[in-house]
């Protein structure tokens, strides 16, 4: 014999036992890309710095293309282009070194609507602003070295090991001392001058940023 209904006739769940079934809302991810110019040093740092901080807010694909400036700026919209629309934002991390062109590359990347975190003269400069202030010309890589491995002892561009461990306490430092130097989008014109403060301030949780 069946069970016959309770006289409320009630069958359903109660609303509290329906609400703890709920999955728990969680805000997406900004999803970013990221191509470095160069193959060790720079996504190296990035990688050591998302680590560091955690931030599952967003979710950042880093891409090397170790070619010049305007390959590097084309491979960012290619990449960007072929996956449809998943990018929020897209970045190149560049140098201006001695490198020809960047003038072109600058221009395609504010056409294509890709962001640009531009060292001046190179990202040795951003990794000495996380141990001191520097405002004073820089020549170039030979001398930024100089500069840093008062810091960062042995340090090279080439190795393939990068202790992101040196540079953890001192990213903060480096952003406020970096916006400093020059106003966005104005770095090739001022040395020394980063914009990786702009792109570490995307990447970093919000209650982290200056």
């Known amino acids: 014999m069946a069970r016959q209904p ?8 109660r609303r ?3 609400l703890r079934r ?4 969680r805000e997406p991810c900004v999803p970013i890309l990221v191509v470095c110019g160069a193959k060790n040093t720079e996504p190296a740092y990035l990688k050591g710095l998302l680590a560091s901080v955690d931030n599952r807010a967003v979710s950042v694909t880093i891409k090397i293309c170790a070619q010049d400036p305007v390959s590097v700026v084309r491979d960012a919209v290619t990449k960007r282009d072929m996956a449809d629309g998943h990018y929020q934002q897209a970045w190149c991390v560049l140098d201006v070194d001695d490198f020809d062109h960047l003038d072109e590359a600058l221009r395609l990347a504010a056409d294509e609507d890709v962001e640009v975190a531009l060292s001046n003269p190179c990202f040795e400069l951003w990794l000495l602003l996380h141990f001191r202030d520097h405002r004073a010309n820089i020549t170039g890589y030979g001398q930024a070295k100089q500069h840093l491995t008062s810091h960062h002892p042995n340090y090279s561009k080439v190795a393939r090991d990068f202790d992101f461990g040196r540079y953890r306490a001192g990213w903060q430092a480096a952003v406020e001392r970096a916006r400093k130097l020059a106003r966005p989008g104005e770095e090739a014109k001022m040395n020394p001058s980063t914009g990786m403060w702009r792109l570490v301030q995307e990447v970093v949780p919000e209650d982290q940023r200056s």
Do not use: I, L
């Open 6 to 13: 309770k006289p409320d006739g009630r069958r359903t769940p």
């Open 16 to 18: 509290e036992s329906t």
């Open 22 to 25: 709920r999955p728990a809302y």
